[in-house]
């Protein structure tokens, strides 16, 4: 079946599932959203704080850098998925945009916030411990409040339930 036919026979169906109850969305299937984002974020946010650092750069480029590529990342996990059930790119972006922008910036303020208000944490090298702990807390801290926030966007047809008609 081709994945127009998929999206269209999925939006004429009656949303009785799990993703689409008329109470709303699961608690698991926002975790399951959420730790999707959460991963994107965790490989950007890493990824931007060895980047920053290695280039010798202050803590503002470095956090920027790092909200980039946690977007980046997070964008790219949810394109991959669609681009590999048949989406064309410029689709699949504007899915991936619909299903990801508000659940990565709640996690990003989340995550970001826990660290520069953490004492010591912004001024943590990678070789430190706390570097470490903070951002496990951070990123704890992001994913616990980001999926009461997706459950809702979920069961409201908005978020990553933009995404699952192309899930197979």
Not at 6 to 33: C, V, Y
Not at 113 to 136: E, K, Q, R, Y
Request: net charge negative.
């Amino acid at each position: 079946m081709r994945h127009e036919e998929h999206a269209e026979q999925h939006d004429n169906r009656e949303h009785a599932g799990p993703h689409h109850s008329p109470g709303g969305a699961s608690w698991s299937t926002a975790a399951r959203a959420t730790l999707h984002c959460l991963t994107g974020c965790a490989v950007g946010e890493v990824l931007g704080m060895v980047i920053g650092t290695a280039l010798g750069w202050g803590n503002v480029p470095t956090t920027a850098l790092a909200v980039v590529l946690a977007f980046f990342f997070g964008y790219a996990l949810t394109l991959r998925g669609l681009l590999a059930a048949g989406l064309g790119f410029r689709a699949a972006l504007k899915v991936a945009l619909a299903a990801d922008t508000l659940s990565i910036a709640v996690m990003e303020l989340i995550d970001n916030g826990v660290i520069a208000l953490w004492p010591g944490a912004m001024d943590a090298h990678l070789s430190d411990p706390l570097f470490w702990t903070v951002l496990a807390i951070a990123l704890a801290a992001a994913f616990v409040i980001t999926t009461p926030v997706n459950k809702w966007m979920i069961g409201r047809g908005k978020g990553h339930a933009v995404v699952h008609p192309y899930h197979h």
